[in-house]
């Protein structure tokens, strides 16, 4: 058939080129600096290639930390507390100013987030000892502070399923 418009013989039996590659995947979602280049490595043909894209990226207003991490937050908070989103984005290679500023909002909505999440997937209070650390297992895998987790999980009921209605 022939190469494409504006695609070299090269990216035609090779694949698309790195930029491309790049784009594709800033196009789908926000990423860091260190995502990219891990995405980006096994297609690479040298690592200052691998840099010289990443840096035209950022240069471009294409590639932003804050931006990445901010969005990152955005997309977890409502579901996970600030130690779990922490873990995460220093994973994602976020660090330093990026990442207080980015956790730096969901300090004030600890408690709420994580009643609204305890609420959601349970709703009742616990009947027994192993249902309440059960529930509180929950919250604390999923990066809520130790006394945010005992303050959402209610006490264990009492009179069991007795009280409880049934529909």
């Known amino acids: 058939m ?5 695609a070299t013989a090269a990216e035609a039996s090779d694949g698309p080129s790195l930029m491309a590659r790049a784009l594709r995947a800033l196009a789908r979602r926000e990423h860091t600096r260190a995502e990219l280049a891990r995405r980006l490595a096994p297609h690479a043909s040298d690592p200052e290639a691998l840099a010289a894209v990443l840096d035209a990226c950022a240069t471009r207003g294409w590639l932003d930390e804050q931006r990445a991490a901010e969005a990152h937050v955005r997309r977890r908070g409502e579901a996970m507390g600030s130690a779990r989103l922490r873990a995460e984005l220093r ?25 609204a999440l305890w609420a959601r997937r349970f709703g009742t209070a616990p009947r027994d000892a192993a249902e309440r650390a059960r529930q509180m297992r929950f919250l604390a895998a999923r990066g809520f502070a130790a006394d945010v987790v005992r303050r959402t999980v209610p006490p264990v009921s009492p009179g069991g399923d007795a009280t409880e209605a049934t529909d």
């Open 2 to 6: 022939g190469v494409a418009s504006g």
């Open 91 to 115: 994973e994602r290679g976020v660090s330093g100013e990026a990442l207080d500023a980015a956790l730096q909002p969901l300090a004030a909505t600890e408690a709420e987030r994580a009643r």
